[in-house]
């Protein structure tokens, strides 16, 4: 079966759509050894937003994190999306060390992205080792 077993480092620009969230639990299921997640978050048009709570209820990895141990996020805004997302990474990234989140410059003084902060601190997470940064 096709594998990126060498692929240690993923960089990636994505809007964090429905479709970009599937096809990056795809690319981790073909690369099942990442260490490293980098994303530059791109806008996103509003109908492309998986905020509804039926499409979260039905997605998951179909593999495990067992080496993801750094993820780096540029340009969250604070949607409930992008919390779901980062969710999914803490619950599947067994031996994760270190979140970074670097919200857009637009967002930093919004309330939302302050929630959005409360709301990351309580996520359940697989690894007891990882340190969460949002600036």
């Known amino acids: ?3 990126f077993s060498n692929l240690r480092v993923l960089k990636l620009k994505s809007s964090l759509s429905k479709h970009s969230i599937r ?7 073909f690369s099942p050894n990442v260490e490293s997640l980098s994303i530059v ?9 998986p ?3 039926d499409f979260w209820d039905g997605l998951s990895l179909s593999c495990k994190l ?3 141990r750094s993820v780096e996020i540029r340009g969250p805004l604070g949607y409930y999306y ?4 980062v969710e ?3 619950k599947n990234a067994v031996v994760l060390e270190k979140m970074v989140l670097f919200s857009s410059k637009e967002s930093t ?8 902060g409360e709301k990351l601190l309580k996520l359940p997470r697989a690894s007891s080792n990882v340190t969460t940064f949002l600036v």
Request: negative net charge; charged residues 30%.
């Open 1 to 3: 079966s096709l594998q």
């Open 23 to 29: 096809a990056l639990g795809w690319l981790f299921y």
């Open 41 to 49: 978050k791109l806008p996103i048009s509003e109908s492309l937003k």
């Open 51 to 53: 905020d509804n709570e």
């Open 66 to 68: 067992d080496h993801l």
């Open 82 to 85: 992008e919390l779901k997302f």
């Open 88 to 90: 999914i990474m803490f």
């Open 109 to 116: 003084t919004d309330k939302r992205l302050i929630t959005f």
